[in-house]
T-cell receptor, first 114, second 115 residues
Framework: GNSVTQMEGPVTLSEEAFLTINCTYTATGYPSLFWYVQYPGEGLQLLLK?????DKGSNKGFEATYRKETTSFHLEKGSVQVSDSAVYFCALSDRMDSSYKLIFGSGTRLLVRP | DAGVIQSPRHEVTEMGQEVTLRCKPISGHDYLFWYRQTMMRGLELLIY????????DSGMPEDRFSAKMPNASFSTLKIQPSEPRDSAVYFC?????????????FGPGTRLLVL
């Protein structure tokens, strides 16, 4: 079946540090991949997405590249800010499965200190 | 443009009581999803609708849970009777047809505490 595995948090960084949050997936078809972000007290927001192999999604300085050979979609940012503190969810949607479900990972909490 | 609206934002109730959570999706969106989030189980999809029709309710935990979507602008999730283990944050999300349900817009959630 389809699944998403994320690195466990929390990830604690100093401001301006480089961020990587690992995400790997298992899918039976050809998934689209997503990163969603949840700020404290809020619902999830789409951060970026990629729909096919080698695509790079990017938004607000965050990037992730769809790597089919390693079944990965790691999230990166070159210089984090305190305002990036949030929980980050990796997710997939398998277009071979017409149920239109998003399969979410368990989330990784990021804490950025001044 | 208003986002997904959920009410109430917080609900405290006693075990055995009926709880009704409400959601207004973004206008023009064809898909509506109900999720539950807990520390132990993470984010779980409960049910989703397409054009007001329930498509997949396999995530609904048991018969105490029910969801309806009487029209394109309103949905409810009802728990009757409620139990302490139902305490969680419940999210509603909607998605436009063009995204195939993949790009979901989440509401702020309803934080439910069952005593």
């Amino acid at each position: 079946g389809n699944s998403v595995t994320q690195m466990e948090g929390p990830v604690t960084l100093s401001e301006e540090a480089f961020l990587t949050i690992n995400c790997t997936y298992t899918a039976t078809g050809y998934p689209s991949l997503f990163w969603y972000v949840q700020y404290p007290g809020e619902g999830l927001q789409l951060l970026l997405k990629a729909t096919k192999a080698d695509d790079k999604g990017s938004n607000k300085g965050f990037e992730a590249t769809y790597r089919k050979e390693t079944t990965s979609f790691h999230l990166e940012k070159g210089s984090v800010q305190v305002s990036d503190s949030a929980v980050y969810f990796c997710a997939l949607s398998d277009r071979m499965d017409s149920s239109y479900k998003l399969i979410f990972g368990s989330g990784t909490r990021l804490l950025v200190r001044p | 443009d208003a986002g997904v609206i959920q009410s109430p934002r917080h609900e405290v109730t006693e075990m055995g009581q009926e709880v009704t959570l409400r959601c207004k999706p973004i206008s023009g969106h064809d898909y509506l999803f109900w999720y539950r989030q807990t520390m132990m189980r993470g984010l779980e999809l409960l049910i989703y609708f397409n054009n007001n029709v329930p498509i997949d309710d396999s995530g609904m935990p048991e018969d105490r849970f029910s969801a309806k979507m009487p029209n394109a602008s309103f949905s409810t999730l009802k728990i009757q009777p409620s139990e302490p283990r139902d305490s969680a944050v419940y999210f509603c999300a909607s998605s436009p047809m063009g995204s195939g349900g993949e790009t979901q817009y989440f509401g702020p959630g309803t934080r439910l505490l069952v005593l």
